[in-house]
């Protein structure tokens, strides 16, 4: 699987001045086909930690797996005295600080299952008219995040054969009680995942 593009040039935005990143975030592998993507419109200010609870809200994930950011060979993650790799604090690393237009980086989620997303950044404006204020939203996607503990891609394309396939076995019956009873692999719905972020703005979770 190719990394990340390399970095073109050198972002210089400061932590304080105000910033809009439109971010497009694209679910992996590339066999994944039609791709399961997302664009946000994130204030490039935020640490990856909040980016992290905004990118969960966008995939419909439930935050209940570990995950972590790689930035130019470097890990980003919340700390842990017990890991043995070399990680930074994504709560002390800002957007506009790692990230210029074109550069992307990867967002790993459940490490067993090992979601990998590309992020990349097709744009950044600083000519804002209002402060984003540490907010996000969801302006585009297409097709509906896999459910959680599926068992990674394999286990996803497994699942998805059951479901096409045999829709009126038993088995594709036990698979859509254990995903919460309805899944429609082409659905996206944008006022839903909109809903979420502003339950993460609300309730202040994820920090800056």
Known sequence: MAEPKPVRKKHTNSTSQPCLYTLHIELRPNEI???????????GRI????????????????????HQFKIRDKLYALP?????????????????RLLATGDSMLYRYDLGDNWEHLVTVEEIRNDLDN???????????ARSGPPEDVGGPEGYADFL??????PNSEEAAHLLEWADGDFDPERFDRRLANAAIMRILFNRWGGK
């Open 131 to 141: 402060d984003p204020k540490g907010g996000a939203w969801v302006l585009d996607g």
């Open 161 to 166: 054969e059951v479901l096409q396939e045999e």
């Open 47 to 66: 640490s990856l930690a909040k980016l992290h609870h905004f990118i969960q809200a966008a995939f419909g994930w439930s935050d209940y797996h570990l």
């Open 33 to 43: 086909r039609p791709p399961i993507w997302r664009r946000l419109e994130v204030d």
């Open 80 to 96: 842990d005295p017990g890991d043995e790799l070399d990680m930074l604090d994504e709560r002390k690393a800002y957007l506009n």
